[in-house]
Each structure stands twice: as structure tokens, then as C-alpha cells.
């Protein structure tokens, strides 16, 4: 079958198999392969990726039905070439070590951000409490998306000053 | 338009971008992971690759009676279908495991666990590759399983590896530490002794990537390029070349970026050897990536061990003695990665951070119907049991004496003017200095305020348990006299060439499944040649642009490879000595080393600096007598011996009466792991290995039903622990160098796991110890902690 | 990574289009919304269908919460997370927000619906138990029309449920009753997981204060989501008080069917049965008395 859907704001069409889940869709036929997978019962949440705005996990989604749809992955976290604030926070609060479930951390720290932009430490472990990091003990994944937050703010906080240009963080669509 | 630039947040700690050398900075490795960027092994797409799925047993103990793959055969996607009696024909069909046992590659005559792999199929795609061994008919003949450790040994128990010439029962391996007489003596002589069974149950590390090989044979060249889910590719390449018969120098295992090992990715596991063979057979390159079932009930697991443990001690509290009986289940094959001289690993640190006067253990390994491993998930090498019995034990003695905890610990340590100390099963601790540790931690956590709060709650009838642990490890094996895995010395070679413009690549021999090496390696070179960390590349990983040495695992890339790495600057740094005494026309005894550049004794101004040394070294220009040119060392470091990490940690639960849930309310963790080279990966460390902890103490264990059905196998069944079980951690060090080490410094990967979880289960002993409560093995469920307040706690296997 | 087996994929245009393809196709086809109980069975090959039927299409059909002063309605493909996100709803029912904060996770909880875990019929299903607890009754429509069964009926054994193969559940009706308060209790090993136990209860008062009727709804303690109608009839009409809850809990502990697994044993969950109970209720009597 065929399937066509926007994939980080590109339209792309394929043939398929109609049992061809999101992820393999993703990695496999795009090359897209900064989503990962790590289980096989949704329990992992390395997979997450967006579909219409919404962190979902794309191993528990046929591809077919992302069809008509948008889906943003890792690699459309960043804007015109500029890393998400939320990138950063990874980076600057060692928010990942082996980087296997970093892109599926960072796509819902992203989504939670753009609907709280400052979330307390425990909204930040509600928020990514299905997804597992066998590394980093989720405290600097915490930080990280702190660290997002309140960088953001200063955006923010700059934007209102008058004097200041007009400030874009990006990512956020 | 404002960018993004490099003003950061008020309020976090800053990071030093540019140090020379060690402390808190960025890693090199992120810019490419946080923009999706890694290259694992499931990312690696060769052009007509096909792919691979095995056929795995649904019983624990069967004879195989036959096989019919007429249908797999047929697919139109399917390549190929092998089956052992293929392998058998290739004299491929069993391996030697890394404990000198030999393990089947596909079944030839009989499963011996649930999950063994009976035949593989290559196909076009994955998909069909998994359709078509649902097209694969196998008959098996159904055995008794043996299951329960403690009846393998029985008269009427099945022999499982009847494979074995002349084996007539389950008995894999007896040993011994220590000295029976002596520690039978001052038993006799103890006021009193403390005995408990303790186990701690098969776990299993769980990476989030799973295991799994692209195999690309190219026939013309005889050439095997192997990528791998491997933490230790020199070592792989060497076992190819003895399984497979293929030359060395034609074999290159890549050991891309892999998405977390924790022992995981140590043995050489059939699947590898399969998709070897798939692309031999097909002539195409094979990629074989396990789910996670496959992961789960297949690849090493942890543990294992039924310990009883006694203790014994004078009434006032000084401990005199540890005996230790285990018995410790392996599996259907010995596939224990461990040096070859330690079949029960560094168990033999169950003495712990304590002056005794004697010590004893006895262990009896079995064979049973279950999957192949035991050392894994950050174990350092079995010491995770070891710190377990030790620290728990204590704990069992302090209740005993009715004394605290912490107070029995202090006055039973090991003393600074004691090291370096013979332990009496014969480990010698480098350095220590337990009790600045101990107090460090306990004015952290605020212990007395907690013990005061403690009573209080248990007044009003509440739950509130606090619990102590105090670990040494053994780390970085090791000495290549003591150590070697299948005879391959444990030393670590380490390479490092300065370009003319003074920039750097550094080679390693060990490889990072996460914890950072490109980053760490690239500060200690820097840090020994006064050059900026990120003028340094390290390339580790490839066995074809890397020095031989035995990977990564057991905590042991500072302590042997970042000493290699500190040495091979050194050399280095002498060299370029010889060319900035050419160019400052001195003796080299004359320059003075001042991190980054040479001076003339007494004259600042006269510095050259190494880019300038390494432009000199590579140039035209005249060298001195003898110097051949370019900027460049190698060595192989073989240590003189491990390394002694400590820490104390301290944790605080709440126990729900009504429940029984537990709820890690805090937890503090000091660790001493001599110099520190980053201490922001150093935390990154810790914080993993604590919610291991978490996960060990309180919900993981791969248990088993009693026909030999593995009830672990999914993440459903097996459960990680995730953000919302954790606390945030409270973390703080001591330093106390290694003396031997080129930089102080000792291993700190596995600490976290290997302390954490008797903290988490003594604080829950200690929560329940008003209903007399003393001991309740791991995992602590609801269920299980509601069978312990009742006074039925259960062993879990 | 595991896969399904082959099937179709046909995308349903309106619920009318999907009873008609599953006439068609009869049992070997099977409606899929969220898909996270189907997918990872079919990826595990437990299940195996020819044909899956994605309904997601129809949110202008199936996808509402319909909040009026006598009845709640809400169309089956309403996702978790607009259940948890809806004041109107928590307001009525505060034991949906309960329960929707521990099911599954938040990324699952975007995707999976109300319709596909009451359908999925899984005895330690939390929503189901919500369902149960609130007198649920579920509307099934097919070729012939619609039809009403409560959702005492509505499951028949693991996994079972009284939707016929040419059939879909449509919608979820709850009567709306005054001086209510309602909870939910739950015992998990480790957040997302499935229930060792959880337990809802709904309580209604009368004016003077006592009970003009209480239910309460317990998962993962038999075959199929438990229903117990012996403490509703123990708790009509009486005063609260703890020494009633006790007595309603005692109910629920000797009512209930668990088996040991490795989630817990027998014994502990009935005993988990008596406690959530016990705090469901008193929760539950404690909201009904805020509202007045």
C-alpha cells in the first residue's frame, strides 16, 4: 500500500507493507535512524517521536497509520540548523551518556515544554516516566530540561525588554 | 533575530569549556547524540544486506528429534536456513565460552535452556526473516528441567550437560577462599555469631539497545568485517579467529556507538557467531539485531548466588571473623566473563572494608536449565554479591548487638595507616580512608536528625527506615602475572601521534558503551601534555585502528587504559623534552615542564609550547642527534594492580503500612574514587549505578516457573525502574589517590551498583525492625515486604 | 525487534464504513484505535488478524465527552489523555483523573483510548475498573442497530467481551447522580505498570448524610474486572465510618478471586482488595461531602 505523510515538515510518499510499524517506517525506509527501539511492548519509550504535535511511541504505530499525518522526529528537533534549547540542556546538564534514549527524552521534554514551560521537577519525571535511561538515573534529565525551561525564560524575559530584539529559541513549531 | 548563544541559565553549575585537563567539561560525544547522530549497530544499512532471525526453543530441557525447514526454505525471501547440524558440518556448532566451557551455537542435540538458539533464517528483510520461523518444524523430545539450584546436585537430578564426556551430574565448579581452620577458630572463640541466608536473585542488565552484528564477509578478500554490540572487540577478534578458523589480520571488529553494556555486551554470543556464518553462506552482508525477549532470556544475566553468610564478633562489637557458603547457579553453560583464575569472579572482597582476623568461603557451582552468564550488569566482577552478604550481614550483626550501624562500621574499619592491606582472602587495598567517607556521608543525609525523626514515627506507628553501606571494590583487572581471559593478558595498549599543528589522536584499546571515554581519555592526554582537551581525538572501538587490549568492563578503562593513556603522554612529553632542547639549544635536563610548554630553568620567556615542539618535530628544520622525527609514542600498561574504589552510602525509605510499597525518599552517596579526571561524567556514574540499585532491590529478577519458563522476558515482566521511583540523589566525594596509578586515579563505573543495593534493602530491614524484621531478600515487592512484616518473608527463588 | 504477521490495513471513513468491512470480513478482522494492547500482542504473535480496521478517523464520531447534568457520554475513541485533562469530567468523576494518572504513561496515555482498553478486556485493565465502579453502560452498534449492555455484562472472561466480530463499541453512558464523590486506589510494582490491585469506589449521599449508594470496582483480582455488589448493599443507608469502610473492605478481601503471579501473591492481594477499598471509599465519602 501507499502511504504519504510529513515527516519534520517534509511530505514524503512510499510503498509499504500494510504492517509496517512507524519506527521501521522511520529508520529502515527514511534512514532516519535517530529514533531507536528497545522493546517490543511500549514499555521502553526509546521509540518516541511526534505524531501531530504529540509524543507517541512509533513501535506501537502502524505506519499506514501515520498516513495524512505529521510526525517530527530527533532530527527535526533543530531549527535552521540551531540546536533546541532542550538540546542544549542535554548537553550542558549531562542529561545522556550511551544516547539510546535520548532522542525519545528529548522529544517529550520538547512537547512538555511547549505546553508547560516551567515544569517542576516532578511534572519533568511524570512527563518521561515511560521512557526508561538505564544510565543517567534521570536526575540530569531532570536538570536538562530544567535547564531548557529556565533558558527559555530568559528568552522570554528578553523578547519583553523593548529594546531587545525579537528572541527565537526554535523547535517549537 | 537573537540566537541561541553561549549565555546559559541562571542557576545551574557551569561547565569549563575549555580546561586543560581534568574537571567538569562537556563531552565531546553529545553534539552528535542530542541531534540523533549516533551510529549503533541497528543504524549500520550496507547495500544488499539482508537480515537475520533465530529460531529459538519454547522448553528449557528437550532432545531435539528433528527438523524440517522445507518451508522456511521455500519463502521467496528467505536466503538461507541453517540449523547446528549445518554449523556441525563447519565444525561451528559449539564455542568456547570465556570460562573455558564450551557453549552450542545452534542445537545439534538436546536444549538445554528456554530461549537456545535451534536455527536462523537470512532473508530479504526482517520481516519476512521472522515470518518465516514461524515456518520452521521442529520436533522435540521434553525432559525434566533441572530449575531449582538447590536439588541440581540431587542423585535422581537430569544431567544436563551430558555433552561433557563421562559428566554424570549437574556439578560445575567448587572453590574456595580464605582459611577454614583458622576462621573456624575464632568462631569458637566469638562472643557472638550471626548466621542468615542471604540470596540475591538472577537479574539481568538490560541495556536499551539489544545485542546484535552486522557480519559482512567479502569472499574475494577473506576479508570479515564484523560491527557488534561488543564491549570488548580485541578480544572477539581473537575468539573469531580461533572459533572460525579465519586469520586475524582478516578480521576488523567496529564496536560503533553502543546504546549501553553493563556486562551485557561481553561474551560472544551465538547470534554473533550466526550472522557470521549467514554471511559466509549468502555471500551478502547479514545484519542480526535481537528484540528484547530474545535479549532477556538469552544474554548474560547477573547474580545468582545463594549465600548463607555468619559472622562473628566480641560482645562489645569487634568483628573477628566472615564465613561464606554460596551456591551459585550458572546456567546451562559456563559463560561466566571473568579472568581465569577467579571462576567465582573477585568474590573473595566479601571480607569488605573490615580488619578481620580471619575469613573463609566456600562455593558450589551447578548447572542448570537455564540461560548461560553470571557476570553482568555492573557487577566488578561478582563483587556486587560480595558487597551485598558483607553489608548485609553487618547490618544482621549491629541488630544483634543492638547496635548502630553506622557506630559497628567506624569502629570495625580498616585504618589509614593499614594500607596498603592484605585482606585475608588475599587481596591487597591499595589505599583508603574509610571514616572521613562515613562521616561525610552521614553529614549529608543529617543521620542523627534522621534517626531522631525515625523515632518519632515509629511512636506514631509509621514506617521510616534508614540504611547503611560501606563498599570497597577491586577494579581494573588487572595484572597480567594474576589475570587473563582465555589466556589474552588484561593489559591495555594505548597509542598517541601529535600532528604538526599540535593537535592530537589518541587510540584506545577499551570502548565506551556510554561513559564518556571520548571525553575523559581526551582530558588526561591534555591534562599530561598542556593541551586542550578538545584539541584531542580519541578513537577507540575499531580493532583495525586500535592497540590490542580486553575492552571495556569490571571498571577497568581509568585504571588500566587511562593509565596507559596518562603513560603514553608521558612518553610523549619526553619526547617532545629531546626536540624543545634542540630548539632552545639546552640540555634537556635544563627545561622545565610547565603544562603545556618548555622552558630554560630561571627563564620563563624562552617557553615553547608543544604545538610549537610538534611543528618542530614534523618540520625541516634540524632535530637532535638521534631524534628521527614527528611527535608520536605507544605502550601497553599492565598494571600493578587493581584498584580500590570505596563510598559510603545512605538511604532513606518509607514503607506504606497499609501496602507495603516502598518509597525511596532519599538516598546519599559519597564515593572515593581517587582523582577525579571529570566530575561531571563521575556523577553520570554514580547516578546510573544507584538506580540499578533501585531496580535490584526493589523489582527485577528473571525468575523462572518450575518447567523452566523464563518469567523475565519482556519489559512488562521485567521491570526497569523509571523516573518516578528514583530520588534525587545526593551525591559527595572523599579523595584518597591510588598510589600505583599513574594519576591517582581508580574505576567508579560500577561503584553505585555494587554499594546501592544493601543500602535500599538494610533501610527497608530497618523500616520493618519494629516487626522484628531482620532480614528480607531482594526484590522488594509490595507482596514480598508484606510477607516479611507478617514474619513470612520467603527467599524469591 | 518483533513484528505482526502480515494483514490488510484498511482506514475506516465513518462507523457506518467499519461495521460494513467487519461484516465483510467477520472474525478475521479487528478494529485498531490506539493499538497499544492489539499491536503488541500481534507483534508478539499472540494475536494474528487479516485485516486491521484504523478507526482513528472517526474522532468526529467516537471521539467526545459529552458532559450533561444526568449522564455522561463518551465516545469510545476519546484518548487517556483527554480523559485525565478534562475538568468537567473530574468534576463529575474525580475517579477517572485517579485512574488516568496511573495508567500506563503519559506518551501511551496520548494515543490509547477509552473504546480499546475496555475492549481489550485485560482483568487487570484500571479504566475497566472505573467503568465498572461507575455503573457504566456501554453502547454496541452493528449492522442491525445499536444496543445497551452494562458493563457488569460487558466483559466475558479474560479478554472476552460482549462485542460481537461485526459489531463496535461506540460509546460509554454514566449516569450522573447528586452528592456523589468517587476514587480510585491502585498498587503497582513501578509506575506504568499493570495493577497488582486497584480499586475504585463511588459513593452517594443523602441529605442527612448517609449513604444512598456506594459501588465499588476491583481489577486484577479474577477473570474479569469485579464487580461486588454485596458492599453496595452492606453500605446503602448506613452512617460513614471507618468502622464501616473496615467492614466494606472485609467484603471486597473475601469477594474477590486473585491468583498468585509474580505481581503478588493470593493472600496479599486480598488483603491490597480490603485496604484500596477501604481508601477508595473513605476518599470517595470525603469528595461527596465537599461537593454538598
Known amino acids: 500500500m501507499q502511504v504519504s505523510m510529513t515527516v519534520n515538515g517534509e511530505e514524503v510518499t512510499r510503498e509499504i507493507e500494510g504492517r509496517l510499524l512507524l519506527v521501521h517506517f522511520l529508520r529502515d525506509v527514511l534512514g532516519l535512524t535517530g529514533t531507536h527501539w528497545g522493546c517490543d511492548t511500549s514499555n521502553c519509550g526509546t521509540c518516541v517521536v511526534w505524531l501531530d504535535g504529540r509524543p507517541v511511541k512509533s513501535c506501537t504505530v502502524l505506519a499506514a497509520m501515520a498516513g495524512g499525518h505529521e510526525v517530527r522526529t530527533v532530527e527535526g528537533l533543530a531549527q535552521n540548523g540551531e540546536l533546541d534549547p532542550v538540546q542544549r540542556g542535554f548537553m550542558e546538564c549531562h542529561g545522556l551518556q550511551c544516547g539510546f534514549c535520548t532522542p525519545g527524552m528529548m522529544m517529550t521534554a520538547r512537547a512538555l515544554l511547549n505546553e508547560n514551560p516551567d515544569p517542576s521537577p516532578d511534572e519533568i519525571r511524570e512527563a518521561i516516566s515511560g521512557q526508561i535511561c538505564r544510565c543517567t538515573g534521570y536526575a540530569t534529565i531532570v536538570r536538562s530540561v530544567r535547564w531548557a525551561a529556565a533558558y527559555e525564560a530568559d528568552q522570554r524575559a528578553d523578547a519583553d525588554q523593548p529594546a531587545e530584539p525579537a528572541a527565537t529559541t526554535g523547535g517549537a513549531p | 533575530m537573537t540566537t541561541v548563544g553561549d549565555r546559559k541559565p541562571a542557576g545551574f553549575e557551569d561547565n569549563d569549556q575549555h580546561p586543560v585537563g581534568h574537571g567538569r567539561m562537556l563531552r565531546k560525544e553529545d553534539p552528535r547524540f542530542v541531534r540523533g547522530r549516533g551510529n549503533y549497530v541497528d543504524d549500520v544499512q550496507l547495500p544488499g544486506m539482508l537480515h537475520l532471525a533465530i529460531l529459538r526453543a519454547p522448553v528449557a530441557h528437550a532432545r531435539l528429534v528433528s527438523i524440517d525447514t522445507t518451508a522456511a526454505e521455500a519463502h521467496p525471501k528467505v536466503k538461507a536456513v541453517v540449523t547446528g547440524a549445518t554449523l556441525e558440518t563447519l565444525n561451528l556448532a559449539w564455542m568456547p565460552t570465556l570460562s573455558n566451557d564450551v557453549q552450542a551455537v545452534l542445537v545439534t542435540d538436546k536444549v538445554r535452556f528456554q530461549g537456545q538458539e535451534v536455527a536462523f533464517v537470512v532473508a530479504e528483510d526482517r520481516y519476512a526473516a521472522r515470518d518465516a520461523l514461524e515456518l520452521i518444524d521442529v520436533e522435540y523430545d521434553v525432559l525434566d528441567p533441572v530449575i531449582d539450584v538447590r536439588r541440581a546436585l540431587e542423585d535422581a537430578a537430569p544431567v544436563i550437560r551430558d555433552d561433557l564426556e563421562g559428566k554424570t551430574d549437574n556439578h560445575c565448579f567448587d572453590w574456595e577462599t580464605g582459611d577454614a581452620a583458622a576462621t573456624e577458630a575464632v568462631f569458637a572463640k566469638a562472643d557472638v555469631v550471626v548466621s542468615q541466608d542471604i540470596v540475591y536473585p538472577r537479574v539481568h542488565p538490560a541495556p536499551m539497545e539489544t545485542c546484535g552484528a552486522v557480519a559482512d564477509f567479502d569472499p574475494v578478500e577473506g576479508r570479515l568485517t564484523l560491527w557488534s554490540t561488543t564491549q570488548a572487540p580485541h578480544a572477539h577478534r581473537t575468539l573469531y579467529a580461533i572459533v572460525a578458523g579465519l586469520p586475524e589480520h582478516k578480521i576488523r571488529v567496529i564496536s560503533p556507538d553502543i546504546g549501553g553494556g553493563f556486562g551485557n555486551k561481553v561474551p560472544i554470543y551465538p547470534g554473533y557467531v550466526c550472522a557470521v556464518v549467514g554471511s559466509i553462506v549468502t555471500g551478502k552482508p547479514v545484519k542480526w539485531m535481537e528484540d528484547r525477549s530474545e535479549n532477556l532470556v538469552s544474554t548474560g544475566f547477573a547474580r545468582d548466588y545463594v549465600m548463607r553468610g555468619e559472622i562473628a564478633a566480641t560482645r562489645d562489637g569487634r568483628i573477628l571473623g566472615i564465613r561464606t557458603h554460596v551456591l551459585a547457579d550458572h546456567g546451562a553453560f559456563n559463560g561466566t566473563a571473568a579472568p581465569v583464575k577467579y571462576p567465582a569472579g573477585f568474590f573473595g572482597v566479601f571480607t569488605g572494608s573490615y580488619d578481620l582476623e580471619a575469613a573463609y568461603c566456600h562455593m558450589t557451582a551447578v548447572y542448570t536449565n537455564k540461560a548461560p552468564g553470571g557476570v553482568a550488569y555492573a557487577c566488578s566482577f561478582r563483587i556486587t554479591e560480595a558487597v551485598y552478604l558483607v553489608e548485609r550481614i553487618v547490618d544482621c550483626l549491629a541488630a544483634e548487638l543492638a547496635m548502630d550501624p553506622v557506630e559497628l562500621r567506624l569502629k570495625n574499619f580498616i585504618k589509614p595507616e593499614q594500607f596498603p592491606y592484605t585482606t585475608k582472602t588475599g587481596w591487597v587495598y591499595d589505599s583508603g580512608n574509610y571514616e572521613p567517607t562515613m562521616r561525610k556521608a552521614m553529614d549529608l543525609a543529617g543521620y542523627e536528625d534522621l534517626r531522631r525523626e525515625q523515632a518519632e514515627k515509629r511512636a506514631r506507628g509509621e514506617l521510616m527506615g534508614i540504611g547503611v553501606s560501606f563498599f570497597t571494590e577491586a577494579v581494573g583487572a588487572g595484572p597480567r602475572k594474576h589475570m587473563d581471559i582465555l589466556g589474552l593478558g588484561m593489559a591495555d595498549g594505548c597509542e598517541l601521534r601529535v600532528h604538526p599543528t599540535g593537535k592530537a589522536v589518541v587510540r584506545l584499546s577499551v570502548q565506551s558503551q556510554g561513559q564518556g571515554h571520548e571525553t575523559t581519555f581526551a582530558q588526561i592526554v591534555g591534562e599530561e601534555l598542556g593541551i586542550p582537551p578538545a584539541d584531542v581525538d580519541v578513537v577507540h572501538g575499531d580493532t583495525d585502528n586500535t592497540p590490542f587490549g580486553l575492552g571495556t568492563y569490571g571498571s577497568r578503562s581509568t585504571p588500566v587504559s587511562g593509565g596507559a593513556a596518562a603513560l603514553v603522554a608521558r612518553k610523549v612529553r619526553d619526547k617532545a623534552r629531546i626536540v624543545a632542547s634542540g630548539m632552545l639549544e639546552v640540555s634537556a635536563d635544563d627545561l622545565v615542564w610547565d603544562k603545556g610548554s618548555f622552558h630554560v630553568a630561571g627563564d620563563p620567556s624562552t617557553a615553547v609550547t608543544i604545538q610549537d615542539i610538534a611543528m618542530r618535530a614534523h618540520g625541516a628544520g634540524d632535530l637532535p642527534e638521534g631524534y628521527e622525527g614527528a611527535l608520536e609514542a605507544q605502550i601497553t600498561y599492565n598494571p600493578p594492580n587493581l584498584t580500590y574504589p570505596h563510598g559510603a552510602y545512605i538511604c532513606v525509605v518509607d514503607v506504606d503500612p497499609g501496602t507495603a510499597q516502598v518509597k525511596v525518599r532519599r538516598f546519599v552517596a559519597v564515593d572515593d574514587c581517587g582523582t577525579r579526571i571529570n566530575p561531571m561524567i563521575i556523577e553520570g556514574q554514580i547516578h546510573g549505578g544507584l538506580t540499578d540499585g533501585v531496580g535490584m532491590a526493589l523489582m527485577e529478577i528473571v525468575a523462572f516457573d518450575e518447567d523452566g519458563n523464563c518469567l523475565g522476558g519482556s519489559l512488562m515482566d521485567y521491570l526497569l525502574p523509571t523516573a518516578m521511583e528514583v530520588p534525587d540523589w545526593e551525591t559527595g566525594f572523599t579523595v584518597t589517590p591510588s598510589p600505583h596509578h599513574p594519576i591517582g586515579a581508580k574505576g567508579v563505573g560500577e561503584s553505585a551498583t555494587v554499594g546501592s543495593p544493601p543500602a535500599i534493602v538494610n533501610a527497608v530491614v530497618d523500616a520493618l525492625a519494629p516487626f522484628g524484621v531482620r532480614h528480607a531478600d531482594m526484590p522488594l515487592t509490595p507482596s514480598r515486604v508484606w510477607d516479611a512484616m507478617r514474619g513470612q518473608a520467603r527467599p524469591p527463588i | ?292
Open chain 3, 1 to 292: 525487534m518483533q513484528v505482526p504477521a502480515p494483514f490488510e490495513y484498511e482506514r475506516a471513513t465513518s462507523v457506518d464504513h467499519a461495521i460494513g468491512l467487519l461484516e465483510r470480513l467477520g472474525g478475521s478482522a479487528r478494529l485498531v484505535a490506539g493499538g497499544h494492547s492489539l499491536l503488541p500482542m500481534m507483534k508478539l504473535r499472540l494475536a494474528n488478524f487479516e485485516y486491521l480496521i484504523d478507526i482513528n478517523d472517526l474522532r468526529d464520531e467516537l471521539g467526545y465527552l459529552d458532559v450533561r447534568t444526568d449522564e455522561i457520554r463518551i465516545g469510545a475513541l476519546t484518548r487517556h489523555r483527554e480523559l485525565l485533562e478534562s475538568d468537567e469530567l473530574a468534576a463529575a468523576f474525580p475517579i477517572f483523573r485517579d485512574a488516568e494518572k496511573v495508567i500506563a504513561d503519559p506518551v501511551v496515555r496520548n494515543w490509547g483510548t477509552l473504546g480499546g482498553s475496555l475492549c481489550q478486556a485485560d482483568p487487570s485493565e484500571d479504566l475497566s475498573a472505573v467503568c465498572t465502579t461507575l455503573d457504566g453502560r456501554c453502547v454496541i452498534r452493528g449492522q442491525s442497530g445499536e444496543r445497551v449492555v452494562p458493563m457488569t455484562e460487558f466483559h466475558r472472561g479474560p479478554y472476552e467481551t460482549a462485542v460481537g466480530d461485526d459489531e463496535i463499541l461506540i460509546e460509554i453512558r454514566f449516569p450522573v447522580r447528586p452528592r456523589g464523590g468517587s476514587a480510585f486506589e491502585k498498587v503497582e510494582r513501578r509506575a506504568g505498570d499493570w495493577a497488582v490491585v486497584s480499586a475504585g469506589a463511588a459513593v452517594w449521599l443523602l441529605d442527612d448524610g448517609r449513604i444512598a449508594d456506594a459501588r465499588v470496582g476491583l481489577a486484577a483480582v479474577g477473570p474479569n474486572t469485579t464487580a461486588l455488589p454485596e458492599i453496595s448493599a452492606a453500605l446503602t443507608g448506613r452512617e460513614p465510618s471507618e468502622e464501616l469502610y473496615d467492614e466494606a473492605g472485609r467484603l471486597a478481601a473475601q469477594g474477590c478471586r486473585p491468583e498468585s503471579d509474580m505481581r503478588g501473591s493470593e493472600e496479599y492481594k486480598r488483603h491490597l482488595a480490603g485496604e484500596l477499598t477501604k481508601r477508595a471509599l473513605r476518599r470517595s465519602v470525603e469528595r461527596a461531602r465537599e461537593r454538598g
